[in-house]
C-alpha cells in the first residue's frame, strides 16, 4: 500500500516530509488538505491527528503527525542509516 500523507501543497512542515520520501524514492500520495476551509478540524481529521495538525502520515492505517517525527520515522522504515536523518544523535 502506497503511504498517504496529509498536507498543505506548499507548506514548510508538509514540503520537508514530501521532500525526504521523493529523496528517499518512498511512493507515497498526497492528499491536499485545504488549511484555509478549515478541512484540518473535521472530527474524520481529529480521528487522524486528534491535535488537528498538518500533516499527518498514513502508513497502512498508522496515523503520525509532526513532521520532525514524520521524518524520522520514514528515514528510520524506509532508509535506516541514510544520511538525511542519521542514527547518531549527536551527528543527527
Same mark, same amino acid.
Given at each position: 500500500?502506497?503511504?498517504?500523507?496529509?498536507?498543505?501543497?506548499?507548506?514548510?512542515? #508538509?514540503?520537508?516530509?514530501?521532500?525526504? @520520501?521523493?529523496? @528517499?524514492?518512498? !511512493?507515497?500520495? @498526497?492528499? %491536499?488538505?485545504?488549511?484555509?476551509?478549515?478541512?484540518?478540524? +473535521?472530527?474524520?481529521?481529529?480521528?487522524? %491527528? !486528534?491535535?488537528?495538525?498538518? !500533516?499527518? @502520515?498514513?502508513?497502512?492505517?498508522?496515523?503520525?503527525?509532526? #513532521?520532525?517525527?514524520?521524518?524520522?520515522?520514514?528515514?528510520?522504515?524506509?532508509?535506516?542509516?541514510? +544520511?538525511?536523518?542519521?542514527?547518531?544523535?549527536? +551527528?543527527?
Amino acid at each position: 500500500m502506497v503511504l498517504k500523507l496529509y498536507g498543505v501543497s506548499d507548506g514548510p512542515p #508538509s514540503l520537508s516530509v514530501r521532500q525526504a @520520501l521523493t529523496r @528517499l524514492e518512498v !511512493p507515497f500520495k @498526497l492528499v %491536499n488538505v485545504d488549511f484555509g476551509a478549515g478541512d484540518h478540524m +473535521t472530527e474524520e481529521y481529529a480521528q487522524m %491527528n !486528534p491535535q488537528k495538525e498538518i !500533516p499527518v @502520515l498514513d502508513d497502512e492505517g498508522f496515523f503520525l503527525g509532526e #513532521s520532525n517525527a514524520i521524518l524520522q520515522y520514514v528515514c528510520d522504515k524506509f532508509k535506516p542509516g541514510n +544520511t538525511l536523518y542519521p542514527q547518531d544523535p549527536k +551527528t543527527r
